[in-house]
């Protein structure tokens, strides 16, 4: 029983701790649409450029891996 203080101190920093922690989206609804619309046109962007990288591989004018 001799860690019993050090575990109380122990689930009051763990309290703390998640207390601190960001839990709620602070965006209003037409910030975070901004931001989906966003990431959604990086993410096209990306695919845009594998299925251009793809396709040049598979026509052959890309570089071949050894």
Aim: glycine fraction near 10%; charge should be positive; charged fraction near 45%.
């Amino acid at each position: 029983m001799t860690r019993g203080n050090q575990r109380e101190n122990d689930r009051k920093k763990a309290l703390e701790k998640a207390g601190k922690a960001k839990n709620k989206n602070t965006m209003s609804g037409s910030e975070f649409a901004r931001e989906k619309e966003k990431v959604a046109a990086i993410m096209q962007e990306k695919q845009r450029k594998a299925l251009e990288k793809k396709s040049t591989e598979a026509t052959g004018g890309g570089a071949k891996k050894k």
